[in-house]
């Protein structure tokens, strides 16, 4: 019975390498963000001249947004692959990033709502820089869900430090 048992563990000790390919995926979806930036850029410099001033900035907010949500990612592929698949074997490469190997699941969590908060209001921003293309309501909508993610963010920060002070309690 206690073969059984090892060979059952074992099964789902490796099944963690079936998350390998949603980290692939999520490179996969950096290269598109990558192609939309170009693309945006693109657009920004060819119209630099003629564009008003609203259009630029408007403009230069895409490719912020653009570049947080494909920060947001590589954060997500780093720690999720080295929490739940394998640690990332690069040793002592100068490049390798501080974070790397230390963020945690309530780290990860803290990164992408802060990461989501962040977006939520480069988005917010465009949308109040053309205001006129929307109504009132829809404006109202827009604050109502950025303000329901800095509270989401807020209480999850709290939740996390209701449980590192319990933690440190016990």
């Not at 949500?69 to 040793?91: H, P, R």
């Not at 939520?120 to 009132?136: G, H, M, N, P, R």
């Not at 869900?145 to 800095?150: A, E, L, N, Q």
Request: charged share 20%.
């Amino acid at each position: 019975m206690r073969s059984l048992e090892s060979k059952i563990e074992a099964g789902i000790f490796a099944s963690r390498w079936l998350l390998a390919p949603f980290f692939v995926g999520l490179i996969a979806a950096i290269l598109v963000l990558l192609v939309k930036f170009m693309k945006e850029l693109g657009m920004l410099v060819k119209n630099a001249w003629t564009a008003d001033q609203y259009e630029a900035v408007i403009s230069i907010l895409t490719l912020v947004d653009t570049a947080l949500i494909a920060s947001l990612l590589l954060i997500i592929i780093f720690s999720g692959y080295e929490n739940f698949v394998s640690k990332i074997s690069v040793g002592g490469h100068e490049d390798r990033p501080a974070w790397m190997g230390r963020v945690g699941f309530a780290d990860l969590k803290l990164k992408l709502i802060g990461a989501i908060v962040a977006i939520s209001a480069v988005e917010l921003l465009k949308a109040f820089l053309v205001s006129s293309q929307f109504t009132t309501e829809q404006l109202a909508w827009k604050v109502g869900i950025h303000f329901t993610f800095v509270l989401s963010g807020v209480f999850f920060a709290l939740t996390d430090w209701i449980s590192e002070s319990r933690k440190k309690d016990h």
